[in-house]
């Protein structure tokens, strides 16, 4: 997998990208990534990349030659078919477990960050093949939400989890949320492992954990708990 990513501020990707598990993949070469700053492709003197609203109106807009020529650039360094092109956006579809691996089935993604009031359309229709919010609230920019999707999709490329961190047993693999887990000691502030996690009997394990999933799903995401009862009768 590699990524590119369009974007104002690069360096906010160093440290995300560059330490832990993210870090940990991209030195064992099982991803590549470059952020690359959209200023370096203006033609304007004073490296603007941005102006007025037509029609008027606070805040300015993202012009359109800065990204086409710093997505040209991407396209002759890349050595890939074919590439998604993502623009981090709050009204964009909502980031979910199922667009994550999607996306991880890719050879390469491209992300365009948008900062101010936003993007000129032209580049938009132009060069973006899916639009991507992390959530029903605004941000100062698409770098925070760039790196979620980054971190989700890159956990689920073959490798880049250690072989205890399994991506497989988690919350949203199978619909529900996960369940409740302990560790040593057995008992601490009182409180002591539930029972049955202790008994070595895995299938009453299985059944414990499904049934707290359900428990956690109901409370916490009563959305899911009904479209896993539906979906199941169907
Ligand atoms: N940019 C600003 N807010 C955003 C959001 N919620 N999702 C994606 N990109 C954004």
């Known amino acids: 997998m590699n990524y590119y990513i369009m974007t104002l501020f690069p360096e906010m990707f160093d440290t995300i990208m560059g330490g832990s598990i993210i ?3 991209s030195e064992k ?4 990534w470059e952020a690359i700053n959209i200023r370096d492709y203006t033609l304007e003197k004073h490296g603007k990349v941005d102006d007025y609203p037509y029609g008027g109106g606070a805040g300015m807009v993202m012009q359109v030659e800065p990204i086409h020529r710093c997505f040209e650039a991407i396209k002759e360094k890349s050595t890939a078919k074919k590439r998604r092109v993502i623009y981090m956006t709050p009204w964009g579809h909502t980031f979910d477990q199922k667009m994550a691996r999607d996306f991880a089935a890719e050879e390469e993604l491209v992300f365009l960050c948008g900062h101010y009031e936003g993007v000129d ?5 132009e060069i973006v093949t899916d639009y991507v919010s992390v959530g029903d609230y605004v941000l100062t920019g698409g770098e925070l939400p760039a790196m979620t999707v980054i971190d989700a999709v890159s956990r689920l ?14 919350s949203f693999s199978d619909g529900l949320l996960e369940h409740p887990q302990y560790s040593r000691p057995e008992t ?4 002591s492992v539930p029972p049955i996690l202790l008994s070595g009997d895995h299938k ?3 059944e414990w954990r499904h049934e707290k999933s359900l428990e956690r799903t109901k409370m916490f995401r009563p959305d899911l708990y009904e479209k896993y009862f539906t979906e199941k009768k169907e």
């Open 23 to 25: 870090g940990r993949a």
């Open 29 to 32: 070469g099982l991803l590549g």
């Open 121 to 125: 359309e032209r580049i938009l229709e």
């Open 157 to 170: 490329i073959p490798g880049v989890l250690g072989n205890g961190d399994s991506a497989v047993n988690e």
């Open 188 to 191: 601490i502030l009182g409180k």
């Open 204 to 206: 009453k394990v299985d």
